[in-house]
C-alpha cells in the first residue's frame, strides 16, 4: 500500500532526524553538567514517544481517507521540533539555538510540506469544518449552568464521541465585556499543553449564542466527591493536590493568573486525573513585573491582597490551593462569615485554626499557602514540589501521568454521567434564552474571531477511545 509505505518512511525519517539533531547538540555539552545532558535525553525520549503514538494512530486510520490524518502528522511534526526549541530556552542554550533549532525550523516545516505534497495532501485544509454547527450534535443532559450560559453533554451524531459543549448567551457576553471571553478561549487553546488542564477542540457560533465543544470529564469534579464523603483521605489529597501545583505551574509559566480555583473546577477523568476547568476569569500576559487590579473570584477562596485592593499576581492563586487544600483534609472552611462582607473580614484578619489530627506536614503546608503577605507565599516563593508533604510524589512520574489515581469512577460507557448533580441532569437539554426579547440588536462582527479549531485537537474524533465498565 503505497500511503502506508510513505507514511513509515516518514516517521523513520523524523526518527533519523531527531537523532541527528541529538548528536549534534550531545557535541556542544562538554562544558555543561551532566543532569542537564540527563534532561535532554528525557526531552528526546518522550519525543520519540510521541512520534511512535502517532504511527500508530496513523496505521490505525489508514482505512479513511488521507485527508483524516493530515493534521496529525503535519501539526505533530511541527509540535516535535516546537518541544525541542523549548528545550533550548529553558536553559538558555543560545550558542546551539542558532545552530540548531531557529536553522531547522524552516527545513522541518519544508520536509513536512513536501511530503504531505508528495502523499496528494494539503496541510491547510481543515477536515471537520462541517461539525462546527449545533445540528450536528445531538444534546443528551444538562452537566453544569452558571449567568452565561449551562454545560451540556452532547453526541457528535451518529459517531457515539461525547463533549461537553459550553453555550453563553451573547447577550450576557456583550454586557459583561467580550475580552474575559476571549481571554477564556486563549487559555483553553493555550491548556493543550498541559494533560492537567481542560482541553477545547473547537468554538463555533449562532445568531444568539456562543458554543465551546471540550473534552468530556465523565468523573464529576471534586465538589462532588466531597459531598458524597466528606474530607479526603491524605494519600488522595496528595495526589489531587500535586496534579493541581502541575497544572498551576504551567499556566504560570505562560503568563495565566487562574484567580477561581475552588472544588467546582477541578474535574476527574474517566481514569481518576484531575483537570482544572472553566477559565472564565483568568488573566494572560502575568509575566515579569506586570501586575493585575481586577476585584473577582469565589468569596472563601478569594486572596486577601484581592480584597483589599492591592496589585496581585500568581500568589493569589496559592491562596487559593490553601483554602481549597485545608477543605479537602478537614471538611471544614478556614474563613467564616453570615455573609459576604464577614468572610472578606475573615480571610483578612483571622487565622485558620487546625483540628489537633492533621499531621504536622500538613499543617505546615497550609500555613506557609494562607500566608497573608503575597511576597511570602510558598508556591511562588519556595519550591512547593519539595514540601515534606509531597514526600510520596514521583514528579516526574506524575507529569507523565504515570503515577495510579487513587480513585478511578466507576463507568459503564462514554456518556455515563453518574458523578453530575441529579438535579442538573433532569433538566431538558437545551439552548434557548427565555431573556432574549430584552436584550436589543447585537453588533454581531464582536464575535468575528471567536469560531475556530484547536489544532493541537484537530481530530478530536478519534481522541475517545478504550474500554468502560
Excluded at 503514538?53 to 486510520?61: E, G, P, W
Excluded at 443532559?141 to 448567551?169: D, H, T, W
Excluded at 462514554?414 to 431573556?435: A, H, I, M, Q
Aim: with cysteine; glycine share 6%.
Amino acid at each position: 500500500m503505497t500511503i502506508k509505505r510513505d507514511l513509515d518512511d516518514f516517521v523513520a525519517g523524523r526518527m533519523q532526524s531527531l537523532a541527528g539533531k541529538h548528536l549534534q547538540i550531545q557535541a556542544h555539552f562538554d562544558e555543561l553538567p551532566t543532569w542537564i545532558q540527563r534532561d535532554l535525553d528525557d526531552t528526546v525520549a518522550w519525543i520519540q514517544e510521541d512520534l511512535k503514538r502517532l504511527d500508530s494512530h496513523i496505521q490505525r486510520h489508514l482505512e479513511v481517507p488521507v485527508d483524516k490524518v493530515q493534521h496529525d502528522l503535519y501539526e505533530t511534526s511541527i509540535e516535535i521540533q516546537r518541544d525541542l526549541q523549548d528545550w533550548f530556552a529553558q536553559w538558555d542554550l543560545d550558542f546551539i539555538q542558532d545552530e540548531t533549532a531557529a536553522d531547522s525550523q524552516s527545513d522541518w516545516e519544508e520536509e513536512t510540506w513536501q511530503t504531505h505534497s508528495e502523499l496528494g495532501m494539503n496541510p491547510t485544509a481543515p477536515h471537520c469544518d462541517d461539525s462546527m454547527a449545533l445540528e450536528n450534535f445531538v444534546l443528551h443532559k444538562v452537566l453544569g449552568r452558571g449567568y452565561f450560559g449551562k454545560v451540556m453533554l452532547a453526541e457528535f451524531k451518529g459517531s457515539g464521541v461525547y463533549f461537553s459543549i459550553k453555550a453563553l448567551n451573547k447577550g450576557k457576553v456583550l454586557a459583561h465585556g467580550i475580552q474575559y471571553l476571549m481571554s477564556e478561549k486563549s487559555v483553553l487553546t493555550l491548556a493543550a499543553g498541559s494533560p492537567f488542564l481542560g482541553h477545547l477542540y473547537f468554538t463555533f457560533q449562532t445568531s444568539d449564542t456562543l458554543f465551546f465543544v471540550m473534552e468530556y470529564l465523565n468523573g464529576g469534579d471534586l465538589f462532588f466527591h466531597k459531598e458524597q464523603i466528606g474530607c479526603f483521605d491524605l494519600i488522595s489529597t496528595q495526589f489531587y493536590a500535586a496534579e493541581m501545583i502541575c497544572g498551576l505551574q504551567f499556566l504560570h509559566r505562560n503568563g495565566v493568573i487562574y484567580r477561581d480555583l475552588k472544588p467546582e473546577n477541578v474535574m476527574l477523568d474517566r481514569d481518576g486525573h484531575i483537570k482544572i476547568v472553566d477559565f472564565g476569569l483568568s488573566k494572560l500576559n502575568m509575566l515579569g513585573d506586570e501586575r493585575a487590579k481586577t476585584f473577582c473570584g469565589t468569596p472563601h477562596y478569594i486572596a486577601p491582597e484581592i480584597i483589599l485592593g492591592q496589585q496581585y499576581f500568581s500568589p493569589v492563586d496559592w491562596w487559593s490551593f490553601g483554602v481549597l487544600l485545608f477543605e479537602m483534609l478537614t471538611d471544614l472552611r478556614p474563613f467564616h462569615g453570615a455573609n459576604k462582607k464577614e468572610v472578606y473580614v475573615s480571610v483578612c484578619m483571622d487565622i485558620p485554626k487546625y483540628p489537633n489530627w492533621i499531621n504536622q506536614e500538613s499543617k505546615d503546608i497550609m500555613e506557609k499557602l494562607l500566608e497573608k503577605d503575597p511576597n511570602h507565599r510558598l508556591g511562588t516563593f519556595g519550591n512547593i514540589r519539595e514540601h515534606p508533604f509531597f514526600e510520596s510524589i514521583d514528579w516526574a512520574k506524575l507529569e507523565r501521568r504515570e503515577m495510579e489515581p487513587p480513585f478511578k469512577p466507576e463507568l459503564t460507557n462514554p456518556k455515563d454521567c453518574r458523578y453530575f448533580d441529579e438535579e442538573l441532569l433532569n433538566e431538558t437539554p437545551k439552548v434557548s434564552w427565555g431573556d432574549s426579547r430584552n436584550i436589543g440588536p447585537m453588533d454581531q462582527s464582536a464575535f468575528a474571531d471567536f469560531s475556530s479549531m484547536n489544532p493541537r485537537f484537530f481530530s478530536p474524533f478519534y481522541l475517545q477511545s478504550g474500554d468502560y465498565g
